[in-house]
C-alpha cells in the first residue's frame, strides 16, 4: 500500500507539473513547516533530566527503552493480542529499537529515532533457521500491511470487533518473520525531534543500526540465513538495505536473497509501460479520446526522461513528477458517476473500482479494521508500543512528503552487483496498475546482469499450486521473475497458497526435513494398511483407505476455494477440501499427505518399470487372477520369484499391499493353492508378512532398483529374433498393455471369471499415475 491517491512517490514541487498534479500534491514547504509545527525540535534538557551514562557500550541507550538498556528478549515478549483465539499458537515479540546510526564513530546521543518491530517465530524448522525482514512501501506506509492483511499469522475478522483469526500457511510456517516499520515516523515508529528522513541511503543506515542492536537481545538470528521481502515502494527500499548489509561490518547477517514484489524500481522503464498495460488490461480503449490524452501524457514523459536521466536513464531521480500524469490520466478517463457518486479504477487492483478521489486507497476492506485496532491503547500495550503516541495510521504523509530522495539513483542502478552476491526474486500479480507486471518484466529485459542481458535463452515455465495453474516463472543468472494470477498489488492477500509456495520455494526449504525422519515411516497394526502416522483426511478416515477403495485419486486433489482465509482454524470450508491441500489439517498432517503422494508415485512406478522390463524379457504377459480384482494386484508374472507390489488398488482403487517373495508360486501352482497363499499373505498379497512391515517400501525400491539395473545389462535371446517376430512380439505386449489399463477388452478370465469390475474412478486414476 502506499500514501494519497496515487503512489506518494513525492518529489519538490516542480513548475512543468501542471494543474492535474499540483492539485494532487500539497506544497512541499507547507509539509515541512507543519510537520514542524507537530514535532518542534526538542528542547535542551537539564542534566538532572538525563539519566547517567554508566555504560559506554550502551551509551546510546539512555533510557531503558532505548535499544533495550537492560533489557533481553523476554521484556519484547507478547504472551497475546486483544481479540486472539484461545487456542492461537504464535510466538510473537514487539517493541521499540533505537536506530539512529553512529556519527563519527560514535553512538548518537542527540537522536530520538526508534524503529518499530514485530517478529513472529516460526511454527517449524525447514533443513535450516530462516528469517525474513518484511517492508511495506509507501514510502511512509507500515509493514502491519504485511502482518495482518498479507503474510502474518493473523488476520482482523471483518466486522468483527477487533476479533483475530489465526491462519495456517502464514509465512512464518516455516520462517521468523519480522516487520519493520520504517522510515522513522512510519506506523507505531517514532521520533520525538524533526529528525524525517530524505534519502534511501539514510532509510538503509537506520535498518542496520537497528539490525545490530536488535542482534545483541535475540543474538540467536545473527546465525540465520536471512532474506528482505515487500513490496511497492519497498522496492526502493530493500536493494538499498541489502547492499548496506553486505557492505557492513558491523552486522554478521547471513543475507541469502531478497524478494521484492509489485515494486516501484525503475522509473525509466516503469512510467511509460502504465499505458500500455492499461491497454492491455482494458482499462482504457485503444483509439479513444482518453488514450489520446493519456498517449501525450506519455510521450512527453518519454521525451524528458530521455533529456534528463542521461545513458540508460542513470541520472534519473526515483520520483519524476511530470510522469505522473500518466496514471494520474487513466484514473481520471475512468470517473463515471454510478448513484449520484463518482467512482473511478481501483489503482491497485483493475477488476475492482473504487470512489474517486481514493481510486484504490479503500481497498482492501480489512484496511477499515486495521486503523481503530491498532490505536486501541490495550492494543499497543500488548505490542509494546505505547511510546508512540496519538493513533496508528496506514501511512504517514509527512514521511511521504519528506522521502523525497533527491540525491538517490533508481535501486535498479543497484541490482546488477546484487546479483553478483545474492538471489534476487521480482513477482508481480497480474491485476495490479500502479506498480505493473509489463513495467518489471521491460526492466528484467533491458537490465544487464551477470554477463548477459535479460533473460538470453532462459524459459518462462507454467508455475502449478494445488491443481490450479498460479502463474508462470522464469529463472536465470540469480534473478528469478513470477508473475501471479489472479492477484493484486498484494499478491498474498489474493492468493495465499501460491504466495507461500513461492516463498519457500525462493528460499529452497525442505518440508519433509520440518517434519522430521519419521514423517517417511510408514507403519501399521494389524490388518491396516502401512501409513505414515498422521496421514488422513480431515474427516479423520485412513488416507490409504481412501486409495484401497478407489474414491480418491491424485488428479483430483487440492481444489480448494481462495475465497476463504487462507487456512482459517475453524473454518468449516475447509472440510471441503481434499485430502490433499497442504493447509487442511494443520502443516504438520498436509506434510505427511504430500509424502505419502510422492512415496506412492515412486512405488508405482518402480512396480511398473519391473514389471514391464520383466515381460519384455520374457515375452511373457500379465494375467488377471479369476477372483482378484483388476488393479495392479492382478498383475502376476509368471516363472520367475521377484519382490513385487501386491494389492495396488484391490477392488479397484489404488492402495498399497506388502511386499515380499513370491512364496514358490509358479506356473504348476494350482489357482486354488494360490489364492489360500494369497488370503494367509504368504504371496506379499494383503497386508504383507509381519517380518517386512516398516521395510516393506525400502524393500521394494530396492529390488525394483536391481532388477531393472541387471535387465539393463541382460543380453536376451531376443536379439536374436528376425524382425517381424519382434515386431508381432511388440504389438502383443502393446495390446496386453492396453488391457492392463482398462483401455481395450478384457484378457482372459475377464470380468466374466467373477473377477471386480473397473470403476470410472480406477480407471481415471490410473490414467492421472500414468501422466
Known sequence: MVAGPHRARLSPPDSQRGALWESRVPDLASVIQQARTLHPPRQASSDSDEEPVLDPEKADCRREARCGAGMSAADFFIPSLPGQPADATVTMYGGHIASAPPKNGSPDTESDAHLYFYLVRNRHIADTERTLLWFNGGPGCSSFDGGLMEIGPFRLAPHGDGKLVELEGAW????????????????YSYMSTNEYLHDLPEAADHVVEFLSKFYKIFPEFANHDTYIAGESYAGQYIPYIARAILETTRIPTRLKGIMIGNGWIDPLNQYPAYLDFALQAGVIKEGSEAEKKVRKAHDTCVTRMKMDGGIGGKRLPVHIGYCELILAGITDSTIQSVNGQNMCVNNYDVRLTDTHPACGMNWPPDVHDLAPYLSREDVKTAFHATRHEGPWTECNGQVGANFYTPNSLPSVTLLPDLLTKIQVMMFAGAEDLICNHVGIERMIENLHWNGARGWENATEEEWVVNGRTAGTWTTSRNMTYVKILEASHMVPYDQPLAAHDMFLRFVGASLLSAAGPAAQVPSRIGNEIPAVLGSTRPDGSSLNSTLADGSSTLGSAGQMDDSVLSGSKGDSSLSDGSWWSPLSGGAVEGLAHASSAIVLVLLMGAALGGFLWYRRRTGLSGRRRAGAGKGWASLTPRGKQHARAQNLGRG???????????????????????????????????????????????????????QSRQRLFDVEDEEALDAGKRRQKERRDLDEEAKVFGLGDDDEGGDASGGETDTIADKEGRRNWRS
Open 652 to 706: 479397484g482403487g489404488q492402495g498399497m499391499g506388502g511386499v515380499e517373495d513370491d512364496g514358490g508360486l509358479d506356473a504348476s501352482t494350482t489357482e486354488d493353492e494360490r489364492d489360500r497363499r494369497l488370503r494367509a499373505g504368504t504371496s506379499g498379497g494383503g497386508g504383507g508378512g509381519e517380518e517386512q512391515d516398516s521395510h516393506e517400501l525400502d524393500e521394494l525400491m530396492r529390488s525394483s532398483h536391481a
Open 172 to 187: 512464518n510456517e516455516y520462517a521468523n518473520v519480522i516487520f519493520i516499520d520504517q522510515p522513522v515516523g512510519t506506523g
